[in-house]
């Protein structure tokens, strides 16, 4: 779209706010090459304690100025109209969120097999998943305050508050003090795949580096096995299946 003004001063209303759009997207991008490149020359774990530290002082000065400019008020640290919310919102709202990042994953899967073709977006989603589990683990065990070496316990309960948990289903049951089994029950991509008569997505070896990474994030001593995963056959109850133990 071919965008009139030499300047955003002589741009219209909706270009204004198309801009306005954008330099939210830009700032997002930008956000995350500074965490990509620190964590290049400083490496993961120095990489998120200092994304720690930034994101708490960003946030506070990017909020106090939407704030300002749509007019709504923080408490608490949140948009007041958040905290207003009944619970079945906010839980819906997770559900809501948790959808649209598995729409932009499968987005960006699709653009670059459609480019490039399956084995490079293959090649391309499973590294991600090398660098997105393990930041979705720091983010989680950040957020409940769980101790750096949490065990299973931790890992149980990290598990729950993952983007996926909110809209697969899945099971945790305990095997023993340190034997721990997930179960996905319902995946999301497989069902619909399973919707239109094809075969289950072969997504072994990103899982094996997604719940690998999370796991040991959670907790270094934690090991993962796969139980199955497709291409392998598993069960109608569950898509794949993993075991953690935990390493004295």
């Known amino acids: 779209m071919d965008r009139k003004g030499q300047r955003p001063e002589e741009l219209g209303q909706e270009e204004l706010a198309r801009l306005v759009v954008d330099f939210l997207h830009r700032t997002v991008v930008?956000?995350?090459?500074?965490?990509?490149?620190?964590?290049?020359?400083?490496?993961?774990v120095k990489a998120l304690d200092v994304m720690g530290t930034v994101w708490e002082?960003?946030?506070?000065a990017q909020m106090r100025r939407l704030a300002e400019a749509f007019g709504f008020t923080m408490e608490k640290g949140v948009p007041a109209a958040l905290l207003g919310l009944p619970k079945e919102k906010l839980l819906g709202l997770l559900g809501d969120l948790g959808r649209n990042w598995l729409a932009g994953?499968?987005?960006?899967?699709?653009?670059?097999?459609?480019?490039e073709g399956i084995w490079d977006a293959k090649r391309c989603n499973d590294s991600c998943w090398g660098r997105f589990s393990p930041f979705e683990a720091w983010?989680?065990?950040?957020?409940?305050?769980?101790?750096?070496?949490?065990?299973?316990a931790g890992l149980k309960r990290a598990l729950e508050f993952r983007l996926y948990a909110g809209i697969n289903v899945q099971t945790i049951r305990e095997e023993g003090p340190e034997s721990l089994v997930f179960e996905m029950n319902d995946c999301r991509v497989q069902a619909a795949r399973k919707r239109k008569g094809l075969a289950d997505y072969p997504c072994k070896s990103g899982g094996i580096v997604e719940y690998r990474s999370f796991a040991e994030t959670i907790d270094p001593r934690i090991r993962t096995a796969c139980i199955a995963c497709p291409p392998d056959d598993h069960p109608d109850e569950w898509f794949c299946a993993w075991r953690f133990t935990l390493n004295p």
Request: glycine share 10%; aromatic share 14%.
């Open 30 to 44: 930008h956000h995350t090459l500074w965490f990509a490149e620190v964590e290049h020359q400083l490496g993961r």
């Open 57 to 60: 002082k960003s946030y506070a």
């Open 105 to 115: 994953d499968g987005i960006w899967f699709q653009e670059v097999e459609a480019r």
């Open 139 to 152: 983010s989680v065990r950040r957020f409940l305050g769980l101790p750096d070496a949490p065990g299973l």
